[in-house]
């Protein structure tokens, strides 16, 4: 069964620290690995999209890193601000053709406190 | 352009009634997915649609959600006689394609309440 787990649960930080949110899956056939964020009351946003042959990709402030023989991804954030607090969710898609193709995880709670 | 829309916001119900809830995708997306997302949980799948083809309903927790699309349009969930453990966000989301390989495009939501 396909699953993706991420840790922590959730993680609260000082405004201006960095932080690594980390996501573990088994997902077959791989595709490819997003990370969303989530702020409260609105809809996932897509912070980066990675397929097999990328092990890393940045969107501001946002670093991702993928290593497909472990089967880890982890979220950095520098420099955080307020702004950053919501949930981030790792979403694994698969090559399968199946239904909706995508194995979501529970998402890790980030609090930025001033 | 426009993202993807969905109506209400927020609605509260009593328990028993029905609601229909409504998802505008993205103009020219073929594919609509629909999930609900209970308070502190992950995203659950409940149903797809993909053009004109029979939408993939495997999510679906029981018989009292359905759901429509017409066309490459508008989608309507709908929760018959609601019960309480149906209260969660409904969220929508659109995309060019249907299948994990594609960007998914996600709805504000709507946050149900049944009391």
């Known amino acids: 069964k396909n699953q993706v787990e991420q840790s922590p649960q959730s993680l609260i930080i000082l405004e201006g620290k960095n932080c690594t949110l980390q996501?573990?899956?088994?997902?077959?056939?791989?595709?490819?690995l997003r990370w969303y964020k989530q702020d409260t009351g609105r809809g996932p946003v897509s912070l980066t999209i990675?397929?097999?042959?990328?092990n890393t990709k940045s969107n501001g402030r946002y670093t991702a890193t993928l290593d497909a023989d472990t089967k880890q991804s982890s979220l950095h954030i520098t420099a955080s601000q307020l702004s950053d607090s919501a949930s981030y969710i790792c979403?694994?898609?698969?090559?399968?053709?199946?239904?909706?193709?995508?194995?979501f995880g529970k998402g890790t709670h980030l609090i930025i406190q001033p | 352009g426009a993202g993807v829309s969905q109506s209400p916001s927020n609605k509260v119900t009593e328990k028993g009634k029905d609601v229909e809830l409504r998802c505008d995708p993205i103009?020219?997306?073929?594919?609509l997915y629909w999930y609900r997302q209970r308070l502190g949980q992950g995203l659950e799948f409940l149903i797809y649609?993909?053009?004109?083809?029979?939408?993939?309903k495997s999510g679906l927790p029981s018989d009292r959600f359905s759901a429509e699309r017409t066309g490459e349009s508008v989608s309507t969930l709908t929760i018959q006689r609601t019960q309480q453990e149906d209260s969660a966000v409904y969220l929508c989301?659109?995309?060019?394609?249907?299948?994990?390989?594609?960007?998914?495009?996600f709805g504000p939501g709507t946050r149900l309440t049944v009391t």
């Open positions: 989301a659109s995309s060019p394609v249907a299948g994990g390989k594609y960007e998914q495009y």
């Open positions: 996501c573990n899956y088994t997902v077959s056939p791989f595709s490819n």
């Open positions: 990675m397929t097999f042959s990328e």
């Open positions: 979403v694994v898609g698969d090559s399968g053709g199946g239904a909706d193709g995508l194995t």
């Open positions: 103009s020219g997306h073929t594919a």
């Open positions: 649609f993909q053009g004109n083809s029979a939408p993939d």
